[in-house]
């Protein structure tokens, strides 16, 4: 199992930037695909973007070219640098992973654009 950590989400104006980071309880070399999702009020939640272990990235339609996804196995961390941020993209961002074939959630971070 693993415990994941968010960190690094705040209130930010529309144009401006936030690097949000998940710190896993262990190593995530061998976890193949660690990701960030959002969920905001009166949503439901929705996939944002996810890093395979081979570096290989995916992300929804409407965060490409704003977002990227990368990982730092020696950290044991993944980042979300969120750029452009507009005021649609308020929400709680948790980060998730896979191991073993279950699925561990954090405990979110807020992210709030003011416009």
């Known amino acids: 199992q693993v415990q994941l950590v968010e960190s690094g989400g705040g209130l930010v104006q529309a144009g401006g930037s936030l690097r949000l980071s998940c710190a896993a309880s262990?190593?995530?070399?061998?976890?193949?695909?660690m990701g960030w999702y959002r969920q905001a009020p009166g949503k439901e939640r929705e996939f944002v973007a996810v890093?395979?272990?081979?570096?290989?990235?995916s992300y929804t339609d409407s965060v490409k070219g704003r977002f990227t996804i990368s990982r730092d196995n020696a950290k044991n961390t993944v980042y979300l640098q969120m750029n452009s941020l507009k005021p649609e993209d308020t929400a709680v961002y948790l980060c998730?992973?896979?191991?073993?074939?279950?699925?561990?959630w954090g405990q979110g971070t807020q992210v709030t654009v003011s416009s």
């Open positions: 262990r190593s995530i070399f061998s976890i193949n695909a």
């Open positions: 890093i395979t272990s081979a570096g290989m990235s």
């Open positions: 998730h992973a896979i191991v073993a074939g279950r699925g561990y």
